[in-house]
């Protein structure tokens, strides 16, 4: 049994699965970030729906990002806490892996560009072939009609993600194809977190750090109203 927590955008969303198969699942995907609310919540939620304990549980997933610095900071720390309590290994699935995850695809002459919202014009993406392949790495894209030149190599080049949404006019003009429904979701990360146990793939829980990919900048106070 494998917990997995994906934090990074605004969906707050747990999994519980055996393997593969997916026992417990739990998200919500408003517009307001929930998940200092509602994650511990939700834990608990599926954790019961299954009929089990959380001394049942052999590992935990944790969205590493990149996305939201305080989202990750969140579930990072439920992830860390529930793995020392428990004794039990942490599992880091980067949140662009899972989400190009989630398309069942394996045709290798096409594109695939999740992208998570990094505000203005810029967003956190990476590419992949549909047998998942990593084809470029993990990078912030401040988007112009120059973006992703690797997409000439491909027949055909498909977006999604949070951040994908306010690209449509750069990229659709140029033959990418928008894909509404897919978003960073725990569900992603399920095969992925399965892989990494069966390989003992752990990250050190007392060191593990969510990756950033952009130092965090905090915004101007707002002065009071007179």
């Known amino acids: 049994m494998i917990l ?8 707050c969303s747990i999994c519980l699965a055996e393997g593969e198969k997916i026992i417990a699942f739990k998200e919500d995907g408003s517009d307001k970030f929930t998940h200092a609310e509602k994650l ?15 001394v049942d549980l052999k590992a935990v997933a ?38 190009a995850h989630s398309i069942k695809d394996e045709e290798s002459s096409s594109l695939f560009i999740p992208m998570i919202d990094a505000r203005r014009m810029e967003v956190f993406c990476a590419g992949f072939s549909g047998h998942g392949t990593q084809r470029f790495p993990t990078r912030a ?33 140029r033959g990418f194809k928008y894909i509404e429904s897919i978003q960073a979701s725990a569900k992603g990360m399920v095969s992925l977190a399965a892989k990494k146990f069966a390989n003992a793939e752990f990250v050190n829980t007392a060191y593990f750090e969510p990756f950033y990919l952009k130092d965090f900048v905090a915004g101007k106070k707002k002065k009071p109203a007179n």
Do not use: W
């Open 4 to 11: 997995s927590l994906e934090t990074s955008t605004k969906n």
């Open 40 to 54: 511990h919540l939700f834990i608990e939620e599926v954790i019961n729906e299954a009929s089990l304990k959380y």
């Open 62 to 99: 944790v969205s590493e990002g990149p996305g939201s610095y305080t989202g990750l900071r969140i579930g990072v720390s439920s992830a860390k806490g529930m793995a020392y309590a428990l004794k039990i290994p942490l599992i880091a699935v980067n949140t662009l892996e899972a989400m």
């Open 141 to 173: 894209e401040v988007l112009n009609e120059n973006s992703f030149p690797e997409a000439r190599s491909f027949d055909q080049v498909f977006y999604f993600g949070d951040g994908a949404e306010k690209c449509q006019e750069i990229l659709t003009p």
